[in-house]
Structure formats: C-alpha cells, structure tokens
Nanobody, 124 residues
Framework: QVHLVESGGGLVQAGGSLRLSCTAS????????MGWYLQAPGNQRELVAT???????NYADSVKGRFTISRDNAKNTVYLQMNSLKPEDTAVYYC??????????????????WGQGTQVTVSS
C-alpha cells in the first residue's frame, strides 16, 4: 500500500557530500515519522536519523553535525544531506516511514514501510 523509492546514492571521495531523497507513494492517510537507516556488510541495520511530521529530528551520534534530515510533507519526501563523508559511512541506506493506512473495512492502522535501499560508497 505504501511504496518508497530512494535516490541519490553513489560513489564519493572522503570529505565529499551526497543528498539522498526518498518519496512515498500509494494509498495512505498520513505519513508520520520518516527516517534513514544504514546497513554495512555483515552488520545489522542501524538508525541514521529520523524526523517527525512536525519536523522534530533525531540523529545517531556518529552523524551529528555532518548529516541533516529534512522532509517536504507536500511531496511526501524525506531527504538526507550528508556532508563531510567518511569511509566508515559506506553502507546501503534505507528509507523508512510510518504510514497510516486503511484495510478493506476502512479500519486505520499504522505500519512501518521500507525502501529498497541505495548504496553509498565513500572512498579514502
């Protein structure tokens, strides 16, 4: 019912910048919290940053001061501006959202949805 499409990943040198975008589409009533997570090879998926519908943000300590999360509610899109990138930022980045949807009976519930991931590679 909710489809997330990420873009903006790629290869960048250490110290460089990238901007990730993620747009939600489908049938939903509200997009509540949205966020970005990363997963490096052999590791578990971990939080990068989240943002509520009213703009409150939360960041992993490792990215504070370097990454900025933002969203455009009119476009159902969340962004991640990544500056001063380090080789250890290399991972697949996943977009996530908590969306309110309705079932066939019209009962509304909130569920978490994930994008397919976009690769970010930072070379030293």
């Amino acid at each position: 019912q909710v489809h997330l499409v990420e873009s903006g990943g790629g290869l960048v040198q250490a110290g460089g910048s990238l901007r990730l975008s993620c747009t939600a589409s489908g049938s939903f009533f509200n997009l509540n919290a949205m966020g970005w997570y990363l997963q490096a090879p052999g590791n578990q998926r971990e939080l990068v940053a989240t943002i509520t519908r009213d703009g409150s943000t939360n960041y992993a300590d490792s990215v504070k001061g370097r990454f900025t999360i933002s969203r455009d509610n009119a476009k159902n899109t969340v962004y991640l501006q990544m500056n001063s990138l380090k080789p250890e930022d290399t991972a697949v980045y996943y977009c996530s959202c908590n969306a309110e949807v309705a079932n066939r009976l019209g009962v509304r519930s909130s569920y978490a949805y994930w994008g397919q991931g976009t690769q970010v590679t930072v070379s030293s």
